[in-house]
Every structure is written in C-alpha cells, then in structure tokens.
C-alpha cells in the first residue's frame, strides 16, 4: 500500500505531535477544562485516554504476531499534577516510537482492523497512532482556544488511513448500496464503495473525477476532511453534493454490531 510518509517519517511526525499536544495541555487554565469536540471528557481524561493507548500500543507492537492484544503489565497509571502527567504523557509516546523503532514497519502484530483494507503490521500501526495524535493534539488546542490546521502530509496520510483501515470492512452495508467520493484540495482523491458486500475504498486518479458516478461526495482540504471524518467538524462546513444523510448513516454505522 502506498504511503504518503515514510516509516522515519512517521515516527518522527507522532513524536512532534506529542510535543505539540502536551504545549497544549501545558497552555491550558485548568486540566478539568472540558473538550469541546469529545465532550464527555476533561483535559485530564484526553491526557490519559491518549497516554494508556500509547502504553497499550507499545506492548502491542513488541508482543509481535498474536490473535489478541497482549495483557498490559506495569504500566505507570496517570498522575494528576500537570507536570507529571506531562512527562508521563512523554514516557508513553517515547515507550510508542521505541517499539516501532525496533520492530521496523513490516512486523506483524494484532490489530483491530482485520477487516479491513490495511495490513496487520507495526507500520501500519504508526500510521493510525500519528493519526491518533494529530486528532487529539487538535481536540488539546481546540479545548485552550488555539486550533491549527493538521500537517498537510499529515492528514494527506491521514484521509487515506483512514478510509482504508477505519471504513473498509466486510461487514454488510444495512443501507442502500452508495458510492461516496473525498476529495482533497491537494489534488488527492478517493472512492468509498458501500454494498452488502461490505465497504471498500479505492484511490481515484485526480479530483478531475468529482462527482461522477457517486452518490455523495465531499472537498475540502485533507484537513478538513480527517476532522470530519473523524467528528470533529460537521460535513456541512466543507463542500457537499449529493445525498447528505449518507454521512450521517457513515457515523452511525458500526461494522462490529
């Protein structure tokens, strides 16, 4: 599978992630300051949430080849002054990139997205956790006032990892079979194809295709599109055309049920 960045790529762009989430979290008044865009959870509770995934995820990737996710075993818990949480918060994504490292992009390990398009290996690992952190490095600085767009290689990468590690899947369809198009700004284009033999995306040759043949499609900057997909901002605030319910059916869906 083609990436946009590299392995060294993307260990050094979820480390810098880390570094820009926890500038975030340092900025911000109080750590039970709500989030905005996850708003069942404090600062505090998006610190911990993205620090024990990167614990977990760690211990994933050095366990290897498995049919589960290994048990996690001496993970320091979050600690509740910020200055702590904040190195913890580091020690976990340093622990993360180490694991990579070591393991180099093409070891096997469990994943959750058996099912989908996207290898179970280490590599693809480091694509969904960069993807991971630039999300909630984005909820951090929504939550202290200062959101910034993602890094365009970054949510380049993350548009397509999104639609073939997130939706595709085998699991039916429960809606009338539809083709849904993204395009982003940046020239890059993909197709989501919705049946009940399940999801499956391709990559469209240029954005010259808008609109063809699709049931719904969507345009924005590869930005834009990663934080829709992702919930963070509605679909009506980038360019829409077609069947809008399908977006919201694409939200509610989940394969496993």
Partial sequence: MENTLGFPDL???????????????????SLDAQVPTCPEWTLFDLVQHLGDGR???????AAGPATAPPALEGAPSAPREREALLAWMAASTQQLVDALREAGPDRGCWTWWADSQSPQTSGAVARHQLQQMVVHTYDAQITVGAPQPLPDEAALDGVDEFLFTCCATTAAWPHEPAVVDYHATEGRSWRLSLSADGARTT?????????????ASLQGTASEL???????????????????????????WDPSE
């Fill in 203 to 215: 990559r469209l040759p240029s954005s010259d295709s808008e609109g063809l043949d699709a049931s």
């Fill in 226 to 252: 990663v934080l829709a997909l992702y919930d963070r901002i509605p679909v009506d605030s980038l360019k829409l055309d077609g069947d809008r319910r399908l977006f919201d059916q694409l939200l509610a």
């Fill in 11 to 29: 260990l050094g762009m979820i480390d810098e992630r880390s570094t820009a989430f926890c500038a975030a979290v340092s900025s911000a008044p």
């Fill in 55 to 61: 614990y977990r995820w760690a211990a994933t990737v």
